[in-house]
């Protein structure tokens, strides 16, 4: 809440040479003056973190949810890291747009690709690839063993979708050294292991409508100080 602009009545005002018209006194228009700007950083910082989730509305049916700006900061921060470790800087996100969405707020000379199921998000460009995980490897060849960075929110709890999102990864993963981060539920911890090696960071991420499951954060590599660290 604002602070109140508190006035000595005695100052608010002074009767102009000209007229009757009530005008402020000079102690009385620097307090208000001092006011306004304080008002106009509110609505400048409101207006910066309305842009940064300026995403279409979640689709429940697609089982949409958004992450709360903590996360979004969290997870794109971790990710331009890695990126300026001399990892090639190219970021594959499997149908998690809020990420992306952040990425490009933060760092937008970043190249980040945006696999997902809702149309809407064509808006993105050629940052955009159609992705439906039933069918996990029918992608554009170029983004076949392309990416480094991995980042993926399956859009359901169950091993089944985690499998599909697996192969997803086996096709877009450069050979070698890759890092991949896994946002699911506390209920895929064993699945996140044992089908891609992972395992659970200390953050723990958030969404914006507040979902009652568990989420975790998983990776393939150890953050160290970052994320938590792996959970011991």
Request: proline share 5%; charged share 25%.
């Amino acid at each position: 809440m604002a602070e109140q602009l508190e006035l000595n009545p005695n100052s608010v005002t002074e009767l102009s040479e000209d007229d009757d018209t009530p005008v402020l006194s000079s102690h009385a228009l620097s307090a208000l003056k001092e006011f306004l700007s304080e008002q106009q950083s509110h609505s400048d910082a409101a207006g910066d973190d309305s842009e940064e989730v300026s995403l279409v509305s979640e689709d429940w049916r697609l089982s949409q949810f958004w992450y709360d700006s903590e996360t979004a900061k969290t997870v794109a921060e971790e990710v331009l890291t890695l990126c300026s470790n001399g990892v090639d800087s190219r970021v594959a996100c499997i149908a998690c747009p809020t990420l992306y969405a952040y990425l490009k707020k933060m760092d937008p000379n970043v190249s980040a690709q945006l696999l997902e199921y809702d149309k809407r998000f064509e808006q993105y460009g050629s940052d955009f690839t159609f992705y439906d995980y039933n069918h996990p490897e029918e992608l554009p060849s170029e983004l076949k063993n392309s990416y480094k960075v991995i980042v993926a929110d399956p859009p359901y709890l169950s091993k089944e979708c985690l499998e599909k999102v697996a192969e997803t990864i086996s096709f877009l993963r450069q050979p070698g050294e890759s890092f991949l981060l896994l946002l699911t539920g506390e209920v895929q911890k064993e699945s996140a292991a044992e089908i891609l090696g992972l395992h659970p960071c200390g953050f723990r991420p958030h969404h914006s409508s507040k979902l009652g499951n568990e989420f975790r954060l998983f990776s393939n590599y150890d953050p160290e100080t970052r994320l938590g660290g792996w959970e011991k």
